[in-house]
């Protein structure tokens, strides 16, 4: 029972933490957002919603620059202002902006904007449990390794999760009849302005696989279903 005691310390900190984000985050979103009101990205998401077979699917905008779109833990989409931007000034096209939607829709989905926060938190417990077990072994550096394995599987597990919301997305825009065009030519669009301005790279793309391998495994499935690309 003693050995376990830190063990069972560090769930409850995993805990507390996860609760905490989980306010922290929709607090900050409720505070800078509004809701999306474009006419055009409005039309495009009721096709969106009835191929879903939902009522209506609802937007944000969360007030800041950097270029990403995020799903919150309690399900709500957000795209910031600076792609929305980016959309106002032509650079990015209604579909391919109603791609990210639908990326960000295959996160709420799929289960993993919850479980992500739990992640988040549950790899700090893990992270501090594991500390502790491997410390005892091989004092000093025990923390180190412990920090390195919690790493290396957060980053496995999130990197399935983009593809997951890649071939989503990509179904949903073949059954609006969208098709996965836009959602190839943005990443194209994202990496050549990353390469453009080194080191401005957008954080949507950041914190996501590598473009060619998206662009391959979204068109993987594309032969896997056998849908034309650009059928409408
Ligand atoms: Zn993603």
């Known amino acids: ?22 306010w922290r985050t ?10 999306l009101a474009d006419p055009r990205l409005r039309t495009i998401l009721a096709r969106m919603a009835k191929a ?10 969360y007030e800041i620059d950097p270029v990403n779109g995020l799903a919150a833990p309690d399900g709500r989409i957000f795209l910031t202002r600076g792609f929305y931007r980016k959309y106002q000034n032509g650079e990015v096209s209604a579909n391919e902006l109603a791609s990210v939607i639908a990326h960000e829709l295959g996160h709420v989905a799929l289960g993993h904007s919850r479980r992500r926060m739990i992640d988040f938190s549950g790899q700090n417990a893990l992270r501090a449990a594991l ?7 091989i004092p000093g550096i025990g923390f ?3 920090n390195a394995l919690t790493s290396l599987l957060s980053a496995r597990l999130s990197r399935a999760d983009e593809y997951e919301a890649d071939a989503y997305a990509s179904a949903l825009l073949v059954k609006s009849g969208i098709g996965t065009g836009p959602q190839k030519s943005l990443f194209r669009k994202l990496e050549a302005l990353t390469g453009a301005r080194a080191g401005a790279a957008p954080a949507w793309l ?4 590598k ?5 391959a495994a979204i068109e993987a499935n594309e032969r896997r279903w056998q849908v034309e690309p650009h059928s409408s």
């Open 1 to 22: 029972m003693i050995k376990l005691t830190p063990i069972l310390l560090a769930v409850l900190y995993g805990l507390l933490v996860y609760r905490f984000s989980a």
């Open 26 to 35: 929709a607090r900050e979103l409720d505070s800078r957002s509004t809701e």
């Open 52 to 61: 879903l077979d939902i009522e209506r699917i609802r937007v944000h905008i």
């Open 131 to 137: 500390g502790m077990v491997i410390a005892r072994i």
């Open 144 to 146: 180190v390794i412990a």
């Open 206 to 209: 950041l914190s996501h696989p």
């Open 211 to 215: 473009t060619d391998e998206r662009v």
